[in-house]
């Protein structure tokens, strides 16, 4: 049987993943999250790595195991890129410490592309919508990152003073979010998938 890929937008509050959520999670008192599975009607794909239940945006999804080990094996740098609602507007040296690389859990991250965003988006608006303080400014950056540790982006910029407020994933490699709505998933082209095959190699 021919392989699948499949573009999913996945929305906030969706757990990366087909299987129902833990039963300890629901019996301490969490909600049920909804999951892949209640979007998704294809058999036989996996996510490619994740995103966090409170981040949005791309997912990659495939049964093509030789892909999913060359996107999620950091030795192939294979580029993921996000934009990232903060708390206060970061200053240069913040931007540069992002870009250097921080520490975070005794690790230091790699370099990565970081820039400030001139404007705020155009992004379907989150439900839940972040909480608004008048007092308090937010801002938008776009981090590009060839790894992927658990919570890195959010442990990144608290580490430098800016807490995320909210995090869309909006590439991975050349694949963009464009043409997607929230919940929404896509096959992709040949074309896209000859591309993800023959990249970063």
Do not use: C
Not at 42 to 53: N, S
């Amino acid at each position: 049987m021919a392989e699948r890929y499949l573009l999913f937008y996945k929305p906030y509050d969706v757990l990366t993943q087909f299987s129902p959520q833990k039963p300890a999670l629901v019996a301490a008192g969490k909600a049920p999250a909804q999951t892949l599975k209640d979007y998704i009607p294809v058999t036989g794909v996996y996510p490619v790595g994740r995103l966090d239940r409170d981040s949005e945006g791309l997912l990659l999804l495939t049964g093509d195991r030789a892909l999913q080990h060359r996107l999620t094996n950091p030795r192939f740098h294979h580029p993921r890129t996000y934009w990232v609602q903060v708390e206060n507007i970061p200053d240069a040296a913040a931007l540069a410490q992002l870009r250097q690389g921080v520490v975070i859990q005794g690790y230091k991250t790699r370099p990565a592309q970081v820039r400030s965003l001139p404007q705020e988006p155009d992004l379907p608006p989150r439900d839940p919508p972040i909480r608004f303080r008048k007092t308090i400014p937010t801002a938008w950056i776009e981090i590009v990152l060839t790894e992927g540790k658990n919570r890195q982006v959010r442990r990144m910029t608290a580490a430098v003073g800016f807490p995320t407020l909210r995090l869309v994933r909006v590439a991975i490699g050349h694949l963009r979010l464009a043409g997607l709505q929230p919940g929404e998933w896509r096959e992709l082209t040949p074309e896209e998938v000859r591309h993800l095959k023959t990249s970063h190699r």
